[in-house]
């Protein structure tokens, strides 16, 4: 194909170059204001982990909904049992035993007790609880040998979760624990924001599948196999794969398939002859972004066709990665209703050596952090995805500077 391919003709960058780039502070602003999160939908509770409450959860029941032993022992009146000791041991009657789910039934009475077990419902008529290590049985009697207050290893009615309470607010991501809280309030289903669906699109003549043959002068492609980890990571759906040779219609057909809310497009993002993503978007909805003042990743682009959102992705994985991070995966994770801020942890140290860049421009730098400073792994080279193994994380360094001297304190994003 050449360049007159593209039927209008309009911004074709292809063998021309970027005329300008835009900011990457100008990119994460269109992100910001044009992606929100999704709907609502109701799932199961084996489908609600990680998800995020499209709504604030209020308890419909008290929980426990009666007292209930925190021991193993025996239950009694608490006024009865002062003065008990090891050189005192106080006998009473076992008059019956309450098991989880088999309450004793009736009342216990002045000098009685009942052998109770954990998470059992208290009897009637009593306030307490010996624990069994100071309990010895003696056919149907117990002797205690310490003294216990009121209400002592009881759990209460309400004492975890009362009735009407918020427990979750909306917009919570979901932890094990809070499905489990969930759970415990009998609800079986939960209302979470919709997780967006993602396709990647992966183009380019010279890709080989791995595992497959390859010929001497194609490489084996690992880019939708880093973003594949990821975009579950920030809340998405990968629900979908497509391989395309650099052939426009086939590209155009994998952009425009309906059901995603968003599609990555890995390779043919940048000027070269083959790189027909860039005029398609155009041609089928919008591509505001397209050529972004970074190091690596400066042939970036974000558009939207309809309402789906289209990220071009570089084919050099390292600056697949960074645009990945920087701009698709903050948009997925808007849409997932999650906090869009970068979900790396990070760590602060001193520079071993300086790392140098240019003012104009943001750099994604790997680093490694070895005996407690940092030092570059590498500042060029876009294609050696090996420097994301041996590098703990990265450094971003701002347009507004040149880099950063040796010495100098600065924050490292860490990879997972």
């Known amino acids: 194909m050449t360049q007159t391919d593209n039927p209008s003709g309009k911004d074709d960058v292809r063998m021309r170059g970027f005329r300008s780039r835009s900011t990457v502070e100008d990119a994460l602003k269109w992100v910001d204001e044009n992606v929100t999160s999704l709907g609502p939908e109701i799932v199961g509770l084996s489908d609600a982990h990680g998800r995020v409450l499209a709504e604030k959860i209020t308890s419909p029941i008290n929980v426990p909904a009666f007292d209930r032993s925190a021991m193993d022992g025996f239950a009694l009146k608490s006024a009865e049992t002062v003065g008990a000791g090891d050189y005192n041991p106080l006998a009473f009657r076992v008059v019956g035993v309450s098991m989880p789910g088999q309450p004793f039934e009736g009342d ?44 002592k290893h009881i759990g209460r009615t309400a004492e975890d979760v009362a009735a009407g309470a918020v427990v979750l607010e909306g917009g919570h991501r979901l932890r094990p624990q809070d499905v489990g809280l969930i759970a415990s309030l009998g ?37 939708s196999h880093i973003v594949a980890g990821l975009v579950p990571r920030d809340g998405g759906l990968l629900f979908e794969r497509i391989r395309c040779q650099d ?24 000027v070269g002859t083959e790189d027909h993503a860039p005029n398609i978007i155009r041609e089928a909805g919008e591509l505001p972004i397209h050529g972004v003042a970074m190091r690596p990743s ?6 939207r066709v309809g309402s789906t959102l289209i990220f071009l992705l570089p084919g050099n994985p390292v600056s697949c990665l960074c645009a990945y991070d920087f701009f698709a995966g903050r948009a997925i994770r808007r849409l997932a209703g999650l906090n869009p801020d970068w979900p790396h942890r990070s760590s602060t140290g001193t520079l071993r050596s300086k790392i140098v860049s240019q003012v104009g421009r943001v750099d994604y730098c790997r680093v490694r952090i070895t005996d ?3 030092e570059p792994v590498a500042l060029s080279g876009a294609s050696i995805l090996s420097s994301t193994t041996r590098a703990n994380g990265f450094v971003i360094v701002p347009s507004a500077l040149e880099g950063y001297a040796s010495g100098t304190e600065v924050e490292v994003l860490l990879y997972s």
């Open 247 to 270: 052939d426009r219609e086939s590209i155009l057909t994998a952009v425009t398939n309906p059901g995603a809310d968003v599609v990555l497009i890995s390779g043919g993002s940048s």
């Open 187 to 223: 609800l079986a289903e939960v209302s979470v924001v919709r997780q967006p669906r993602v396709r990647i699109v992966v183009t380019g003549n010279e890709l080989a599948e791995p595992g497959e043959e390859r010929s001497p002068f194609q490489i084996y492609e690992a880019n």
């Open 372 to 374: 407690g400073k940092i």
């Open 108 to 151: 216990v009475e002045t000098g009685e007790a009942v052998r109770i077990m954990t998470g059992a419902p208290i009897p009637n008529g009593v306030d307490a609880v010996v624990p069994a290590e100071y309990a010895t049985t003696r056919e149907d009697s117990v002797e205690i040998t310490t003294a216990v207050a009121s209400l």
């Open 298 to 303: 400066s042939p970036a682009g974000i558009g």
